[in-house]
């Protein structure tokens, strides 16, 4: 099993297809070529980064299909800063006012005014994130400054600035406190276990003694599930394709933040699976640890009714860590038919098909959804990350022609947009603290403490164990 080390549904609308709405106004036409601009049955699928840009802007009789806006604003970051391309977002709006001005037409230069105003609310909706950098920040003051003084006898434009901004200050500063959070906040601690008696007393409380009901702890889980991944942004995954790709020399100054909620959501799949593994293990009698392993595997199986597939391949992960599988005459008591049903649910062969049939069915319930429970669903992070990976190396940023392509990032941005749908859904679950705060705060066991747990349950078998066993006494011994 694998083991590995968000306001925007309004622009997107129920999919994300690149066709061009009807009624938006087009920039030369829908089909055939454009300028810098190519078309494909009414959806454009390459251009020049200058023609993309302006692609982007309004003018008095179009503007942009918000799939594009959204699409565009969300890969263009793989080719050029945000405060960038925003400061050319302000030259483009600076030459179309100027020849509006000549025009004398005010009605004109209002309605194109409120379109800047309506693209830069989007923009600030969609990824508040991209101002926090202050270059962005004063190339929007910039903007909305000569906005404002083409309105500035009834001051409409004026106020939806002000609302803006002020959304966007929220926005900023909500976000800056929940980074304070995390940074407040550890990761369980790593317990190494007594020198050669890693065994805890009997009386030591573990998660039988805190929550007995598989369906609760799953619904637990889910609640942490939804609460990590909330915290992930659109620009936070498409790091997946900026990070990894060399030809990229334009890094903004907060990736290293932004790409934090991935490795903390990353990081809580890892503990979820040492947590189980230190469940079982640290169980001294073997009746109960069966029982452990049992309990595991019905919470498992729960997950995956709940639509939780994250949570439920790190505890089919934590059971498979080298360890717990050791432990034949555990397994041998436990009643394994429905641990083979999840294994097989999530069989690695033909690029986890049995998986991606389970989560395209749980797909298709959330969307005929008639209640919050029946539209959770959680994907294997680690295997969409791998998705959007390979989406990105199989086909080339470039055409030939020097075009970016731009069909690539309509299919990154689907699959980005559907998995931020899933991400929206309210937990419908009751939260229980006393179970969470066991959950994320248990001290779970290092590998060498999981080893010796294991081996002092079920002594070492073959050659192989035993020599493992020494050099594990010999370490512990010396360390001492």
């Given at each position: ?44 699928i ?14 008095v009789?179009?503007y ?30 600076l ?14 230069l209002k ?7 309506q ?5 600030t ?9 202050e270059?962005?920040?004063a ?17 409409t ?14 926005s ?16 369980p ?9 890693a065994k805890p ?5 573990d ?14 889980l ?8 909330s915290?992930?942004?659109p ?6 394709v ?11 100054r ?7 909620s ?9 503990c ?5 593994a ?6 001294v009698?073997?009746?109960?640890r ?28 934590g059971?498979?860590l ?11 008591k ?24 389970a ?10 959804a ?9 994907p ?10 390979f989406?990105?190396?199989?086909h080339?940023n470039h055409?030939p ?20 749908t899933?991400?929206?859904v ?6 229980d ?17 999981l ?6 349950s079920?002594g070492?078998?073959n ?18």
């Open positions: 099993m694998p083991q590995t080390s968000v306001v925007f549904s309004s622009i997107l609308g129920p999919s994300c297809s690149g066709q061009v709405q009807p009624g938006m106004g087009e920039r030369g036409g829908g089909a055939g070529s454009s300028g810098d601009l190519v078309f494909q049955d009414g959806r454009l390459s251009g020049s980064l200058e023609a993309l840009m302006e692609h982007l802007v309004p003018t009789d179009y942009p299909d918000r799939t594009y806006i959204f699409t565009f604003l969300l890969s263009s970051r793989v080719f050029i800063p945000p405060h960038d391309l925003l400061a050319r977002v302000g030259q483009i709006c030459e179309q006012r100027q020849q509006l001005e000549a025009g004398s037409d005010k009605a004109r309605s194109f005014s409120a379109k800047i105003v693209l830069l609310k989007e923009w909706e969609a990824f508040p994130y991209d101002f926090q950098d270059k962005a920040m190339e929007l003051k910039a903007i909305t400054h000569r906005v404002t003084q083409c309105d500035e006898e009834n001051c434009v004026k106020k939806a600035i002000a609302q803006m901004t002020q959304s966007l200050l929220l900023l500063a909500a976000r800056s406190q929940l980074q304070e959070l995390r940074e407040k906040l550890r990761s601690a790593m317990d190494k276990g007594p020198i050669l008696k007393p009997a009386a030591q409380k998660i039988l003694g805190v929550c007995c009901d598989p369906l609760v702890l799953a619904q637990q889910t609640h942490i599930e939804l609460e990590r991944v915290s992930i942004h620009e936070d995954l498409m790091q997946i900026s990070h990894m790709d060399s030809r990229d020399k334009h890094r903004c907060g990736d290293l933040i932004k790409t934090y991935l490795e903390a959501y990353d990081n809580w799949f890892n979820l699976s040492m947590l189980v230190t469940e079982v293990c640290r169980v009698k073997k009746k109960h069966t029982r452990m392993l049992e309990f595991f595997i019905d919470v498992a199986r729960e997950c995956f009714n709940i639509g939780n597939f994250n949570s439920m391949m790190a505890i089919i992960s059971m498979n080298s360890p717990v599988a050791r432990l034949k005459k555990t397994w041998s436990v009643k394994t038919a429905k641990f083979d049903v999840l294994e097989h649910h999530m069989d690695p062969s033909s690029n986890f098909c049995n998986y991606r049939t989560l395209q069915g749980a797909t298709q319930r959330s969307q005929m008639n209640s919050s429970r029946e539209k959770i669903v959680i294997v992070f680690n295997l969409f990350v791998k998705d959007i990976y989406l990105h190396k199989i080339t055409l022609n020097g075009h970016i392509n731009f069909k690539k990032f309509w299919d990154i941005s689907r699959q980005i947009h559907e998995f931020m899933w991400t929206q309210e937990c419908p679950f009751e939260k603290k006393k179970i969470q705060s066991y959950l994320l705060t248990a001290p779970i066991y290092s590998e060498e403490a080893f010796i747990a294991s081996f002092e079920e070492p078998e050659h192989m164990e035993k020599d493992s066993w020494k050099t594990l006494r010999t370490t512990l011994l010396n360390r001492a």
